[in-house]
Nanobody, 124 residues
Framework: VQLQASGGGLVQPGGSVRLSCEAP????????MGWFRQAAGKEREFVAA????????YYSDSTKGRFTISKDNAKKRVFLQMNSLKAEDTAVYYC??????????????????WGQGTLVTVSS
């Protein structure tokens, strides 16, 4: 599986941005897909995840209610809609994939494949 993330940029506080991740190698419903982020000088942290074959998403406490993870089955794309952005959301955002769902979906070590990352800067 190869992943290609895009959609980052500069956005004002309170604004919105949608990230996209192309995942053409996802061919079954058993893939776990996740979004993670890494701010400068910090560890990579969980943002959102779901199992490809289901509609149930999982979110971190800091993004729940503001971010939405979704997918386009036909185009094999995963999206992260980010609303009500705050300065602390500034980070490089990565999409990730693993074959088989893990109950530790929030742990970046569970994912074998990563996209190259896209920078989101929230600033006025």
């Amino acid at each position: 599986v190869q992943l290609q993330a895009s959609g980052g940029g500069l956005v004002q506080p309170g604004g919105s941005v949608r990230l996209s991740c192309e995942a053409p190698g996802v061919t079954t419903n058993d893939y776990g897909m996740g979004w993670f982020r890494q701010a400068a000088g910090k560890e990579r942290e969980f943002v959102a995840a779901f199992r490809w074959g289901t509609r149930r998403p999982y979110y971190s406490d800091s993004t729940k209610g503001r971010f939405t993870i979704s997918k386009d089955n036909a185009k094999k794309r995963v999206f992260l809609q980010m609303n009500s952005l705050k300065a602390e959301d500034t980070a490089v955002y990565y999409c990730a994939a693993r074959y088989g769902w893990s109950v530790a979906y929030y742990d970046p070590r569970q994912y074998a494949t990563w996209g190259q990352g896209t920078l989101v800067t929230v600033s006025s």
